[in-house]
Each structure stands twice: as C-alpha cells, then as structure tokens.
C-alpha cells in the first residue's frame, strides 16, 4: 500500500522515516528498530506513535521514489 511519509534528510535525501499517514491519521515514528537493504529499496521496522509496529519500504528509483507499508504488527499493551 503506497503512503506519504515524512523523512530526515541529513547525509542524504530521505535518509529515514519521522512521520507516515494512514488515510488521514498521521502516525510519529518513536523509534527505528530496524533497517534493512535490498538493491532497490530500503526497509524500516519502526514503532509508530500508535505503539504499533510497522514496516516501511522506501523505493529509490530514479524515475520514482515510492514509500510503500508493507507490514503491520499489533503490539500488546
């Protein structure tokens, strides 16, 4: 599912996700537990102001740069 998301950018353009929506709830990122390569995107596991746990991957192409979720895990409370 593809998101918007909020990024830092220091050393490099969109080096890591602060903040996401989903539909019109924006969600903080707390904390990256994560990180993760594959040749084409770049994974976060992060712990969302909702205390939930969420994975984000960010496509780097150069004809498009795509923030997509691609999982969700309830945390108990």
């Keep these: 599912m593809k998101i918007q998301v909020e990024t830092y950018s220091g050393y490099k353009a ?4 602060q903040a996401f929506y989903l539909g019109d709830q924006k969600l903080g990122v707390i904390e990256i537990s994560d990180r993760w390569y594959d040749p084409h995107a770049i994974f ?13 991957r960010h496509d780097q192409h150069p004809q498009e740069d795509t923030w997509t979720l691609e999982a969700y895990r309830r945390v108990a409370p």
């Design 14 to 17: 969109d080096e890591r996700p």
């Design 44 to 56: 976060f596991r992060v712990l969302a102001s909702d205390g939930q746990m969420y994975i984000l």
